[in-house]
């Protein structure tokens, strides 16, 4: 389960870091109020704002760098009470990390919804055995080690489908006791 | 890595049990014999039954360190039974065993230091294990709780819609490079929401009914999912977690509480059930998930996967680095672990959760899992001066603070009772969903409800500027004045609606936030309660600020406000207001201030946000007495003994103690009874030890063996060694027994703890529940004259001071 899990990640991280970045990871981002405010012409709204989207590097990123190229010629010559209106940030982010991170998430939601759809509907079909009475789960460690011998004859004989089978059930009873303790008895996590 | 080192080093020093000070040869032996005859000779002179024995025994040990350190070295080096020193499901942990037993370990190590390179690097490896066990557990951390950050963001906001040219992107980041200069509500061109993407207009009524049954149905989808994947594979996964992980430090096992897949749903259904926008936050269970991936961990290094109170060491420093991730506050996460969550705190864990917390933080920032420089959505950064008269209004939010607070526990737990003893709990998936569909039709129609909860915070907090527009910066503000670029003016239309808007969404958070925490799915409380007392800040800061604009002349504002500065900012208010509720509910007091102030990154503020924490914490404890954490606690009857508490009352040990009148205590002796007749206890009798005495008739204590112990080995004799059958005598003397018919003997002496704690039975419970706490011990022996009377157990403390209170003492949960 978890080879699987680390190689689909592998697999797709390969494949994000292939895929051309369509979107910047940089951007200096500015916002002014609209420049009717300092050049007294009728006053339009107190909301009106302007927005500015630009690549550049950190030091430039204010207002003598973005606003000025673009509207400087608008300003006639305000800039001096223009400028200190504008907030200028420089921000960064990483889109690969984000596509690999949400493209892990879906995977793994993905596999886990299968496999509880295959524990519902098809393993009580395919498992028919019947399960023996719950004893107490104890340290994983400790079980493997306590039934040491007994197992490792086991795993001798049988093979590693017999192998993953056993920890399932192993796996399945530990569930199936904490579903009892928390959603029948109410003892704990209430 | 190796499986059983403890086995090996076993086979490597035969027949010679290393005490305590065997590092120090010329201990060992002879000065050392006449130590310990002494109090030996003290009781035969006492005694006459079974003194004899003794004698002998005390004439054929190897080396006579009879003394309590052979039990622990013969527990770590002779052994080859498996399991010894572990711990059964729902058993509290015995630390001053298990410390000994770790002391020992390192003893060993280091004495072989010399033996040869490898030893050489092995000790090395040894000693550095610990911190490189919780430089991976921040790694580990870091990226984990990137990964969830990143996950959540964007599943919220495919509720709304989707970027089609990238879909892994979020609606902040879909818009990123978009050069509109219109912004209304974030959106932009590139980003469709649903009715557009079924062709529809982006405005109008059929719009709106699209987004909103939209909105409807994939939250009730990911509550859907995240509920039936927490009962499915990992019920362990549900809740916050705090209060388990509390009652864990505190010495207690709950298997499988910190497994792998409790890790691996913990996060998937974090981050399906905050998307579902139902009121809750993903910082609490990031505390749940470090300590798992930190137990995970643990297990690479047989110091401390092994051995469950070092094992706690590393808990400690996981639970500073969940909350150091959780708000990107890694002092605060390490007082946090100091002042909420640990028990057994020593300076050595304080440097490595100081450690871990570091990593975890630093591997988070570079993440940028929000694209903000910074972990967490809502940091804000503020440099504006405070007046000291607005420390008034600050302790004002701390007593609204904790009364809020206090409403909400005492509802939530009054609702979580009602669902454990109600027919409600019987169905926790169809509960989720009531609560989720109900949450996002109500939620929706306000934008402020409709909005993650912690944009919302961010909103609350952040200072109105030119890049803020929404209606809660809606002042009637003119832009002429150069030198000042915000200026305090009059509220307009829009604070007004927004003040109303906010007041709906307080009581809508509050009533919601009640019915979810503790449903059965991965929900944290941090995140409501910091938005409950933001929003309340937030109003009240308005009106400061309004009252301040209106009688600028008064003496009150005249000093700082009358330049027309903006001299109240709002969303300092709704910072305090927030530490006070959550305060409030966890009855955090240094570690709250702590990661407020790393969350604004303004050290002035530090003095009102430790005057509202602190009367909201007085008016909390004088409505009701615990936190919601404790009140949870108790609510299970976890077997917490809690620290911070007094133990007022005056009865005695012999009160307290098993058996009481008229029982018998069950006692193993040392050389008498045979494997039937322990087989034979063992099965009528629950207790989870047995003290070992002399003999019946003189009850004089020799030591206490575990039940668990004593099954382990038994059965690991009758497997092992020829001739042991049901006659064999079990032996925990190291001499042989007098007479050498029948089967051959079985001795047991190495799995004996010879030195158990013991007090007389006229020692106060103040003192026992002091030891109790203080020590961790797991039982005491109580004795009278010498001789042995009772035992106490934790769950005996537990059950004794429920009952002191006027509880139920049958709520504690297990042993």
Redesign the interface.
């Known amino acids: 389960m978890r080879e699987i899990i680390t190689f689909i990640a592998i697999s797709c991280a390969l494949f994000a870091l292939t895929q051309a970045q ?3 990871d940089k ?1 200096c981002k500015c ?3 609209s420049i009717s ?2 050049t007294n012409s009728t006053e339009t709204s ?2 009106a ?7 550049v590097p950190p030091k430039q990123c204010n207002c003598d760098g973005v606003i000025l190229p673009r509207i400087g010629r608008e300003l006639q010559g305000k800039e ?2 223009f400028c ?4 200028c ?1 420089h ?5 690969g ?3 690999v ?5 879906i995977w ?2 993905s596999i ?2 299968i496999y ?1 759809a295959f ?2 509907i098809l393993d009580p079909l395919l498992n028919k055995r019947i399960k023996g009475s719950y004893q ?4 994983e ?2 079980e493997a ?2 039934a ?1 011998p007994m197992y490792h004859n086991m795993s001798l004989r049988g093979n590693v489908l017999n192998r993953v089978g056993h920890q399932q059930d192993k ?1 399945k009873k ?2 199936k006791e ?2 009892r ?3 029948d008895r ?5 | 890595m190796e499986k059983y080192p403890l086995k090996k080093a076993g086979t490597a020093v035969p027949q010679h049990s290393p005490s305590y000070q065997s590092v120090d040869k010329k201990y060992t032996n002879g000065n050392r014999a006449t130590f310990v005859a002494t109090p030996d000779e003290d009781m035969i002179d006492i005694t006459t039954s079974g003194g004899g024995e003794r004698t002998t025994r005390l004439g054929e040990d190897e080396d006579g360190t009879s003394h309590y350190s052979v039990s622990f070295g013969g527990m770590q080096e002779n052994v080859d039974i498996p399991g010894i020193g572990q711990y059964d499901d729902f058993h509290t942990i015995d630390w001053q065993r298990d410390i000994a037993r770790d002391r020992m370990r390192h003893r060993h190590i280091i004495k072989k230091k010399q033996d040869s390179l490898w030893n050489l690097i092995e000790g090395a490896h040894d000693a550095w294990s610990g911190w490189l066990c919780v430089l991976l557990v921040g790694l580990c951390t870091g990226m984990v709780a990137g990964g969830i950050d990143i996950g959540a963001s964007w599943m919220t906001d495919l509720k709304f819609g989707i970027c089609p040219q990238a879909f892994w992107l979020n609606r902040e980041q879909c818009c990123w490079s978009s050069n509109e200069t219109s912004f209304d509500s974030g959106n932009c061109s590139q980003w469709l929401t649903w009715p557009e993407m079924l062709g529809q207009s982006r405005e109008g009524a059929g719009a709106y009914i699209i987004s909103y049954l939209f909105y409807i149905v994939l939250a009730l989808l990911f509550a859907a999912l995240s509920a039936s994947l927490v009962r499915m594979f990992a019920p362990y996964a549900c809740g916050s977690g705090i209060p388990e992980i509390k009652t864990i430090l505190s010495g207690f096992i709950i298997r499988g509480y910190l497994g792998k897949w409790t890790l691996i749903i913990k996060c998937v259904g974090l981050i399906l059930s905050v998307s579902a926008g139902l009121s809750l936050g993903k910082e609490g269970p990031m505390v749940h998930i470090a300590c798992a991936i930190g137990n995970i961990l643990s297990y690479l290094f047989p110091k401390y996967g092994r051995n469950e109170a070092k094992k706690r060491e590393i808990l400690s420093a996981s639970a500073a680095a969940g909350v150091s991730v959780a708000f990107g506050a890694p002092i605060g996460g390490v007082l946090f672990s100091l002042e909420e969550v640990s028990y057994y705190f020593p300076l050595k864990t304080l440097w490595r959760s100081f450690f871990c917390a570091l990593i975890a933080a630093f591997i988070l920032r570079s993440i940028n899992p929000f694209g903000n420089e910074h972990s967490v959505l809502f940091y804000v950064e503020y440099n504006k001066p405070w007046i000291f008269f607005e420390l008034i209004p600050f302790i004002g939010l701390g007593i609204i603070g904790g009364i809020i607070a206090t409403i909400f526990i005492k509802a939530n737990l009054y609702w979580c009772r009602y669902r454990k003893y109600s027919k409600l709990g019987q169905y926790p998936v169809t509960e989720v969903l009531v609560v989720t569909v109900l949450t996002a039709i109500i939620a929706y129609p306000n934008p402020y409800t409709r909005m993650n909860t912690s944009q919302l915070i961010y909103l609350l907090f952040s200072q109105c500027g030119i890049s803020n527009s929404d209606d809660l910066c809606d002042y009637n503000r003119n832009f002429t004045n150069v030198n000042s670029a915000i200026e305090i003016a009059a509220a307009g239309p829009g604070v007004h609606k927004a003040i109303w808007l906010l007041i709906l969404a307080l009581i809508l958070k509050l009533i919601m936030t009640i019915f979810t925490f503790g449903m059965k799915v991965p929900c944290g409380l941090f995140i409501p309660s910091l938005c409950l007392g933001a929003i309340v800040g937030r109003i009240v800061g308005i009106g400061m600020e309004q009252l301040a604009y209106t009688y600028s002349k008064n003496w009150l504002f005249s000093g700082e406000c009358s330049t027309g500065d903006d001299c109240i900012t709002p969303g300092l208010y709704a910072m305090v207001g927030a530490a006070a509720v959550l305060g409030g509910v966890t009855r955090m007091t240094v570690s709250l201030v702590v990661i407020m102030f790393e969350l604004t990154g303004g050290v002035r503020y530090i003095v009102p946000l430790m005057a509202a924490a602190m009367a909201s914490k007085w008016v909390g404890d004088a409505l009701g007495r615990q936190g919601i954490y404790d009140a949870h606690i108790a609510l299970n009857g976890y077997p917490f003994l809690d620290s911070k508490d007094e133990f007022q009352h005056t009865s005695l040990a012999a009160d307290v103690m098993q058996p009481k009148r008229n029982e018998t205590l069950s006692v193993i002796t040392q050389d008498s009874m045979s494997v039937d007749d322990i087989e034979a206890l063992l099965k009528e009798t629950e207790h989870n030890g047995y003290p070992v005495v002399v003999s019946r008739e003189s009850q004089y204590l020799v030591g206490f063996v575990l039940r668990r112990d004593l099954n382990l080995a038994i059965a690991n004799a009758k497997r092992m060694a020829d001739g042991i059958c049901g006659q064999s005598i079990v032996l925990f003397t190291s001499g042989n027994p007098p007479q050498t018919l029948g089967p051959p003997p079985l001795k047991l002496k190495k799995i004996l703890d010879m030195a158990p704690i013991t007090i007389t039975d006229q020692t106060p419970m103040e003192t026992v529940v002091d030891m109790f706490r203080k020590l961790g011990l797991r039982q005491t022996l109580v004795t009278h004259n010498g001789r042995l009377l009772g035992v106490i157990t934790k769950k005996d403390v537990l059950r004794h001071i429920k009952q002191m209170d006027n509880e139920d003492p049958n709520s504690v949960l297990f042993n």
């Open positions: 369509s979107y910047d951007r916002i002014c109020p405010s300092v107190h909301m704002r302007i927005m500015y989207i630009t690549n001096q009470e200190p209106r504008c907030e940030k921000e960064n982010r990483n889109t990390i984000i596509k991170v949400v493209i892990i998430v793994v939601i886990l919804v509880m524990l519902i107490e789960h104890t340290n460690d400790d080690s306590t040491g796996w530990q569930v904490q579903r303790n928390i959603y109410h003892t704990m996590l209430n």
